[in-house]
Structures are given as C-alpha cells and as structure tokens.
C-alpha cells in the first residue's frame, strides 16, 4: 500500500533554531501533500496544503514566514519552522492523498509526525 | 476550522463489546473518511464513503453515512484491546475531491481486556 515517511520523529533544539521536517511518498507520487498541527488529545488542525511546483496555500492563521513550506518533486514536501520559539512545540503530521491510481475520493496517507519540542 | 464532530469523545468498552462512534459535519462532502491514531503516532486510513453511498464494510468495520442528516457512524464488532485508540472523522469539501481535508475532535475508544 501507499507509505509515507515522515523525518525526523523527534526533535528537541533551542529557541531561535530553525527546524526542517521532511515529507516523502515512498511509493506514488503525490502532486499535493497536507501539513497538519495536533496539540495533545485534539485533533488535526491543516496548517497548509503543499502543492508540488508552486506555493503553498496556507490556513487562515498560520503565518507564511514561520511556516516555510517546499514542494520541490512529486515525492517530497518540506515544512520548515523557522526561528522556532516553545509556543510552536507541538507534533506536526504531513499527509498525501493517492495511492489507488487516478481519480478522485482517495484515502489520505500520514506519515507517523514530527514531534518539535523547543526549549 | 473544524468540520466533523464526533461524539463521544471518550468511550470506555469491553473486549468483545461493540463500540459505535458518530460523526456529525456541516457543508455538503465529496466523501467522509475515518481514521485511527495510536498515541504518538500518524494517522491510518480506515474506510472512505463517498457522498452517494450510505454504508460500507471492512471487517469488523462498519460506516453508515446519512447526507440528509450530515452524519456518520462507525461501528467496531467484536472489539479487541488492540481496538483501543482515537478514531477521527474526516470530511473532504473540496471542489476537486483530495483536499480540503477537515477533521472533528476525535473518540479516544478504550478496550478492556
């Protein structure tokens, strides 16, 4: 079945450190993939849907300077926390949708997230 | 902003004893997808029903959807202590199907052995 990898699992760094996490489809190519936010025991809030080959669009709320988003290929979308301060310690999941070849109403398939913790 | 709601947001069950979660949303759908999420971990697909269809089947799995209503449930048979985890609703809006992914709050299911 479709995978996605999510990496790194773990970071702990100081405020003011810029932290890239790295979404990749492993075995189908995703065009768009879904950067979520889950704060413990709530659900996902999407921070930003990448698309592969122009910007990212971005929710309400979430400012695009912080939140540095790269889709540069079809297997591969990178979320960058920049200047990363403890009010954005949480755990980020990417998703992607695919995976049963064309059309539409495909499953989302998440990577296992991205737990940020800043000191 | 959230879309699909479950209730409850806690079930205590168990093992053996059927579960049922329900899942209530706003705007009109291209489908509805549930999902499970262990602790500390990504989310897994579980079954996706498109808006013209009103029940699906997977194993022990089984979602209902009523459009007239916007609801949803999923019932787990048989529960297993492995059953325990938080189950999400998901309501896909967008214009193109694929996106616009909007999740409710979960059910944290508790299975006891």
């Known amino acids: 079945g479709a995978v996605v990898s999510q990496h790194p699992s773990r970071v702990i760094c100081k405020s003011g450190t810029s932290v890239k996490i790295e979404c990749r489809s492993l075995?189908?190519?995703?065009?768009?993939m879904f950067w979520y936010r889950q704060f413990p025991k709530q659900s996902l809030m999407l921070m930003a849907t990448s698309n592969e080959g122009s910007k990212a669009t971005y929710e309400q709320g979430v400012e695009k300077d912080k939140f540095l988003i790269n889709h540069a290929s079809l297997t591969l979308s990178t979320l960058t926390v920049t200047s990363a301060h403890p009010e954005d310690s949480s755990f980020y999941i990417c998703s992607a949708p695919g995976g049963l070849g064309p059309g539409l109403n495909q499953p989302q398939h998440f990577g296992d997230g991205t737990r940020l913790s800043i000191l | 902003s959230q879309q699909g709601e479950e209730d409850p947001q806690a079930l205590s069950i168990q093992e053996g004893e059927n579960a049922t979660m329900n899942c209530s949303y706003k705007t009109s759908i291209n489908n509805l997808q549930w999902y499970r999420q262990n602790s500390g971990r990504g989310l897994v697909h579980l079954i996706l029903?498109?808006?013209?269809?009103r029940e699906k089947h997977s194993g022990r799995l089984r979602v209902t959807l009523d459009t007239s209503k916007k609801s949803s449930s999923l019932l787990i048979t048989a529960s297993r202590a492995a059953d325990t985890a938080s189950y999400f609703c998901?309501?896909?809006?967008?214009?193109?199907?694929?996106?616009?992914?909007?999740f409710g709050a979960g059910t944290r299911l508790t299975v006891k052995p």
């Open positions: 075995d189908f190519q995703a065009t768009t």
């Open positions: 029903i498109r808006s013209n269809e």
């Open positions: 998901a309501t896909d809006s967008g214009p193109f199907g694929n996106n616009d992914m909007r």
